[in-house]
């Protein structure tokens, strides 16, 4: 396993042309000795959003925490195959942990701002566990960014002291994507970012979402079917039937999974017949 590290010094954003490329090959994932995931292969295309679709346990959020090296901090986990970011298997010798994580940013189910801090200070919370070193003015600089860009900054610009526990759910959320954002990440995972979150805030996230496409590549997990729809340009369906581990049934363009699917799985499970 690799160890933590320093990480390099600040980046530009990356703009549309240098966005990653980001591709799962044969991944397999095991708790312990049970095959959870099997033969998976995606490719997170540049200047799109993909959205993982399934049931409950057929290993979605188990294959996005393996697309950014959180899978192997669980104790008894493994796995096998190659995630590639921009060609490099992020599983190689010398890659190291804390630089994976940076440039491939991750945001959970449930917003987890640290309460104590400040908003200001939770948004660049993430560059002193990467190590980045940063002025003032640049620290300063990258609030505002990544705030903008999580589509947060005209509602907190004037109490950026105050603590994150006063913000609401919906606002904590995209503080939390803020967060991700301040590092500059190539690649951000969303595991169910709104499935807490009330419709207001749904919509303003999705919309955050859709802002941040072309300048991040977002792949997301969603139980909600026309989150996908509205948020995706392609997806993936995932099952895992009587048993077996989980793996993709079928993906492609949003659109056409969801009215002219080729497996029949994939029909009834987006016509609300299971799962």
Known sequence: MSTISSAPNLTPTP????????????VCAWFGSTLVLDGVNLTAELGTVTSLIGPSGCGKSTFLRI???????IPGAQMAGEVRLDGVDIYGAGERVTSVRKKIGMVFQKPNPFPAMSIADNVTS????????????EREELVETSLTRAGLWREVKDRLDQPSSALSGGQQQRLCIARALCVQPEVLLMDEPCSALDPTSTRRVEETILELRDQVTI???????QQARRVSQRAAFFLAEQGAPGGIVE?????????????????????GEFG
């Open 15 to 26: 703009t549309i042309t240098e966005r990653a490329h980001l591709e799962a090959v044969d």
């Open 67 to 73: 697309l950014n090296r959180m899978h192997e901090s």
């Open 126 to 137: 993430g560059l002193a566990l990467t190590r980045t070193k940063t002025s003032r003015a």
């Open 219 to 225: 792949i997301i997990v969603t139980h909600n079917m």
């Open 251 to 271: 993906q492609g363009v949003t659109e056409q999974l969801f009215t002219s699917p080729v497996d029949e799985r994939t029909a009834n499970y987006v016509n």
